[in-house]
C-alpha cells in the first residue's frame, strides 16, 4: 500500500512539474500578456478555451495552428496576432490549455 501511495506522490509531481514548465513556456513566449488562466483580460481565459474545444479531436491541431499564424472571430473581433513560437512549441502550449480544467 505505501508503494502505491508513494508512485501517486511522484505521478503528481510529475504532473505538476509538467504544467509549470508550460505555464512557464507561455510566459515566456508573452501568451499571458493578453490570456490568463482563469479570467479574460484581451483573449479568452485559457480555461475557457479549455472547456470549449473539450473532447474535440481535430482542437489541437485546430488551435496550434491558430496559435501561430493568429486569428479572430472565434472569441470576439479582437485578433490575436501571429506568435514566434516553434511548431512544438504551440503544439506544447496547446496540450496545456487544453489539460486545464
Given at each position: 500500500?505505501?508503494?502505491?501511495?508513494?508512485?501517486?506522490?511522484?505521478?503528481?509531481?510529475?504532473?505538476?512539474?509538467?504544467?509549470?514548465?508550460?505555464?512557464?513556456?507561455?510566459?515566456?513566449?508573452?501568451?499571458?500578456?493578453?490570456?490568463?488562466?482563469?479570467?479574460?483580460?484581451?483573449?479568452?481565459?485559457?480555461?475557457?478555451?479549455?472547456?470549449?474545444?473539450?473532447?474535440?479531436?481535430?482542437?489541437?491541431?485546430?488551435?496550434?495552428?491558430?496559435?501561430?499564424t493568429g486569428g479572430k472571430g472565434v472569441w470576439?473581433?479582437?485578433?490575436?496576432?501571429?506568435?514566434?513560437?516553434?511548431?512544438?512549441?504551440?503544439?506544447?502550449?496547446?496540450?496545456?490549455?487544453?489539460?486545464?480544467?
Amino acid at each position: 500500500m505505501k508503494a502505491i501511495y508513494v508512485a501517486m506522490i511522484a505521478a503528481g509531481v510529475v504532473l505538476a512539474g509538467q504544467a509549470q514548465a508550460d505555464e512557464a513556456l507561455a510566459k515566456a513566449k508573452n501568451c499571458m500578456a493578453c490570456h490568463q488562466l482563469e479570467k479574460k483580460v484581451v483573449g479568452p481565459a485559457y480555461k475557457e478555451v479549455a472547456a470549449k474545444y473539450k473532447g474535440d479531436a481535430k482542437a489541437p491541431a485546430m488551435l496550434a495552428g491558430k496559435v501561430k499564424t493568429g486569428g479572430k472571430g472565434v472569441w470576439g473581433q479582437v485578433p490575436m496576432p501571429p506568435n514566434n513560437v516553434t511548431e512544438a512549441e504551440a503544439n506544447k502550449l496547446v496540450a496545456w490549455i487544453l489539460a486545464l480544467k
